[in-house]
Structure formats: structure tokens, C-alpha cells
């Protein structure tokens, strides 16, 4: 997956390019990669970008986040992320690499609190997107208008919670 920083992305040109890569977005998952013939590179592929990125990218722009009003790093996670809430299996690739995502960003709400930086992750919900696909509940709009609010409402008591996009929290 390529890595890249588009500017002027609120319409036009940039917008279309930041739909074309989001669309790469990384699952991992198929049913040829089941438990028993999981593919390990796949596996490592989705931990990298799911999971050290969002790391990487913290780490990169905590200058810049030093600066800021209100102090917030959110990470979009996934309910699958969960570890009590996973009742169903499967999945693994995904599961594993937002679950290290959800112990990572607990470690940095920790880890920055004293300077004052908090930190979220969030469900987005089920979505309809190509990922969660047409029988998702909720759509795109919805989902960022919830999250939104969710960011608005932040208070650093809240920092190292796991939320749905409608503010509930979500079991570790």
C-alpha cells in the first residue's frame, strides 16, 4: 500500500484521489485465509498498516499536536477489535490487528496524558461502504456526524475509551 500526504483534498482532484486510496483500505480476511491455511504475510500486511501505521503517524505528528487547542488523537477502530464483545470468531487478521490497534492507543492515552493529549478510539459503526457492504445499518454520513459530535464532546476524562460513533462505549 502506498504511502501519501494529498493536499487540497476537499474537492476535485484531491477528493477523488483520497477516495481511490481509501478504497485500498486494509481487511486481510478472505475465506481462503481461514484458521488452518492462514496467510502469514497477509496477516503481517494488515498489522503493519492497521496497527504500526496508525502508531507511526501518531508519533510523527505529536509536534504538531503539542500546538493544537484541543489536543485529541483518535484512532478509527472496529468493534471486531473487542476482545469481549467477539462472540462470532473468524476474521482473524482483522480482528488481531485492531485489537493490537485498541492496546496500542489505551498505552498512548496513558503515555500522553500528561501533556495533556488525549486519546479516543472509535467504532465507526456498521457502515455502508465496500467494506461493511449494502446490508451495513448506518451510512457514511451518519457514522462522521456521530463522530463528530463524539469529538466535540471530548473531555480528557474521556481519554484511552473505546466509543461507537454514537458516543456509547464499547467493551474492551
Not at 477528493?15 to 497477509?42: H, M, N, P, V, W
Not at 501505521?53 to 504538531?64: G, I
Amino acid at each position: 500500500m502506498a504511502t501519501v500526504l494529498i493536499t487540497g483534498a476537499s474537492r476535485g482532484l484531491g477528493l477523488e484521489f483520497c477516495k481511490q486510496y481509501a478504497a485500498e483500505g486494509i481487511y486481510g480476511d478472505s475465506s481462503q485465509r481461514s484458521f488452518g491455511q492462514l496467510d502469514y504475510a497477509a496477516w503481517m500486511h494488515t498489522f503493519t498498516v492497521n496497527t504500526q501505521a496508525r502508531v507511526k503517524m501518531a508519533e510523527a505528528f505529536l509536534p504538531q499536536l503539542k500546538r493544537g487547542n484541543k489536543k485529541l488523537l483518535v484512532s478509527i477502530s472496529s468493534q471486531m477489535g473487542s476482545i469481549a464483545d467477539n462472540t462470532s470468531g473468524g476474521s482473524l487478521l482483522y480482528r488481531t490487528s485492531k485489537a493490537a490497534l485498541n492496546a496500542a492507543m489505551k498505552s498512548l492515552a496513558i503515555d500522553l496524558e500528561n501533556q495533556g493529549i488525549g486519546v479516543l478510539v472509535l467504532h465507526p459503526g456498521w457502515v455502508k461502504t465496500d467494506m461493511g457492504g449494502p446490508n451495513a445499518l448506518i451510512d457514511a454520513q451518519e457514522s462522521v456526524v456521530g463522530m463528530r459530535q463524539v469529538f466535540a464532546r471530548f473531555t480528557l476524562a474521556q481519554s484511552g475509551s473505546f466509543l461507537k460513533y454514537d458516543g456509547s462505549t464499547l467493551p474492551w
